[in-house]
T-cell receptor, first 112, second 113 residues
Framework: ELKVEQNPLFLSMQEGKNYTIYCNYS?????LYWYRQDPGKSLESLFV?????AVKQEGRLMASLDTKARLSTLHITAAVHDLSATYFC????????????FGTGTRLQVFP | EAGVAQSPRYKIIEKRQSVAFWCNPI?????LYWYQQILGQGPKLLIQ????????DSQLPKDRFSAERLKGVDSTLKIQPAKLEDSAVYLC???????????FGPGTRLTVT
C-alpha cells in the first residue's frame, strides 16, 4: 500500500529565509504532484513531476523528484508572507495512475 | 474556462440524516473524482468515474455512501445515514482523459452534529 509522508508538518519561518519541505513515499511511482491550499479554499496545482531528476521552478518555489530515493522536495527561497498556506504532495498509484495518495500536508506560516 | 462547480458550499445535518452533494466538472472532462478531506489531513479519493463508469471506488464506504454520474457529466455523492466521522470537506475534481492534471472544485464543507 502506497504511503506518503511529509515533513515538517508545521513550519514557521521568517520572511527572507530559505527552507525545504520533504515528501517521502513508500512504493514505486513516476508521478508526483505539489498542491497549495489556502484556509477554507480548494487545492491549487503547483507542480507535476513526471520523471526521475525532474526539477520545476515557479517564482520562489522549486520542486524536485528523485524516484530512486522515493523523495521529492519543495524548496522555498526568500520566503514572503504570501506563501503562507498548507502544501500537499501527492503521489500517483502505480496500478491506477489517476489515483492520487496525498501526504498529510505542511502548514507554512511566514512572518515578518 | 469555467472551473469545477460544487453545491452546496456548506451543509450542517444531524447524525443519521441524509445529504447529497452535486458536482459539475469542467466541460469536456471525462474523468471525475470525489475526495474526502478531514480537517488536518490530505484529501482521500472516494470514487473515480471515467465518463459514467466507475474506475475506482475501493475507499468508498458503500454501506452509507453512494455516487452516480448518469450522463457522464454531472455527479452526485450521497451519504445515508450520516455519522459524526463524516464531517469533512468533500472535494470534486475533474480531468481530461489521459492527462495528468486534476482540477479541483471549491468543496462542500459538511458538519454532522
Amino acid at each position: 500500500e502506497l504511503k506518503v509522508e511529509q515533513n515538517p508538518l508545521f513550519l514557521s519561518m521568517q520572511e527572507g529565509k530559505n527552507y525545504t519541505i520533504y515528501c517521502n513515499y513508500s512504493t514505486t511511482s513516476d508521478r508526483l504532484y505539489w498542491y497549495r491550499q489556502d484556509p477554507g479554499k480548494s487545492l491549487e496545482s503547483l507542480f507535476v513531476l513526471l520523471s526521475n531528476g525532474a526539477v520545476k521552478q515557479e517564482g520562489r518555489l522549486m520542486a524536485s523528484l528523485d524516484t530512486k530515493a522515493r523523495l521529492s522536495t519543495l524548496h522555498i527561497t526568500a520566503a514572503v508572507h504570501d506563501l503562507s498556506a498548507t502544501y500537499f504532495c501527492a503521489v500517483a498509484s502505480s496500478y491506477n495512475t489517476d489515483k492520487l495518495i496525498f501526504g498529510t500536508g505542511t502548514r507554512l506560516q511566514v512572518f515578518p | 474556462e469555467a472551473g469545477v462547480a460544487q453545491s452546496p458550499r456548506y451543509k450542517i445535518i444531524e447524525k443519521r440524516q441524509s445529504v447529497a452533494f452535486w458536482c459539475n466538472p469542467i466541460s469536456g472532462h471525462a474523468t471525475l473524482y470525489w475526495y474526502q478531506q478531514i480537517l488536518g489531513q490530505g484529501p482521500k479519493l472516494l470514487i473515480q468515474f471515467q465518463n459514467n463508469g466507475v474506475v475506482d471506488d475501493s475507499q468508498l464506504p458503500k454501506d452509507r455512501f453512494s455516487a452516480e454520474r448518469l450522463k457522464g457529466v454531472d455527479s452526485t455523492l450521497k451519504i445515508q445515514p450520516a455519522k459524526l466521522e463524516d464531517s469533512a470537506v468533500y472535494l470534486c475534481a475533474s480531468s481530461l482523459a489521459m492527462t495528468y492534471e486534476q482540477y479541483f472544485g471549491p468543496g462542500t464543507r459538511l458538519t454532522v452534529t
